[in-house]
């Protein structure tokens, strides 16, 4: 059965990195582009930006450019999600999350039919 | 501040119906941009109630649907019960951000 599992929470000072991890089994792990999503305490859903593991191109929310970076590991499965210069705006559950591709008649797109289990990261003095 | 926008909460007391608007702009759903529906349970992870507008992934029941017109879209929840007590999400794709865009999620209190 398709799992992705994250790596464990971490607490980060202000200023500092974090970078988490999802590793993928169940599927062929190139065949499908991995999301991140996060939520803060109390927030909604932000995306993140998105991973191709296949050639490894990505495409991140105008938001984090410049701070965040999405990189894979074809021989554990695994993708990583690095962000930067953290403030404790950055205090969220972060998720990674596979799209669903879909043609339904009228139209076509995709869902998110796979999640992490989420990483909490903590970012505090 | 989420680029759709969604009523923060609504209630309704059981077996009664609901809906959670979602409104969005020309550059997304009035774009023609599919939204997607999902519901958030305390501690876990999103679940996907609707795709394409108003498809159900199987095993969703029948109780949930949706809809969409112009810049907005519906989500419509009959026969409530207590289990569907959470938080609520839209989701869709907006093409001057070249990105998925989210709701702010609505809170569904059943009575």
């Known amino acids: 059965q398709v799992q992705l599992v994250q790596s464990g929470a971490e607490v980060k000072k202000p200023g500092a990195s974090v970078k988490v991890s999802c590793q993928s089994s169940g599927y062929t792990f190139t065949t499908y582009y991995l999301h991140w999503v996060r939520q803060a305490p109390g927030q909604g859903l932000e995306w993140m930006g998105i991973i191709n593991p296949s050639g490894g191109s990505t495409n991140y929310a105008q938001k984090f450019q410049g701070r965040v970076t999405m990189t894979w590991d074809t021989s554990t499965s695994t993708v990583h999600m690095e962000l930067s210069s953290l403030t404790s705006e950055d205090t969220a559950v972060y998720y990674c999350?596979?799209?669903?591709?879909?043609?339904?008649?009228?139209?076509?797109?995709?869902?998110?039919?796979?999640w992490g289990q989420g990483t909490l990261v903590t970012v505090s003095s | 501040q989420s680029a759709l926008t969604q009523p923060p909460s609504v209630s309704g007391a059981p077996g009664q119906r609901v809906t959670i608007s979602c409104t969005g702009s020309s550059s997304d759903i009035g774009a023609g941009y599919d939204v997607q529906w999902y519901q958030v349970l305390p501690g876990t992870a999103p679940k996907v109630l609707i795709f394409g507008n108003t498809n159900r992934p199987s095993g969703v029941p029948d109780r949930f649907s949706g809809s969409k017109s112009g810049t907005s879209a519906s989500l419509a929840i009959t026969g409530l019960q207590a289990e569907d007590e959470a938080d609520y999400y839209c989701q869709s794709y907006d093409f001057t951000l070249s990105g998925v865009v989210f709701g702010g999620g609505t809170k569904l209190t059943v009575l």
């Open positions: 999350a596979r799209p669903f591709f879909y043609y339904d008649g009228s139209g076509q797109g995709y869902y998110y039919d796979y």
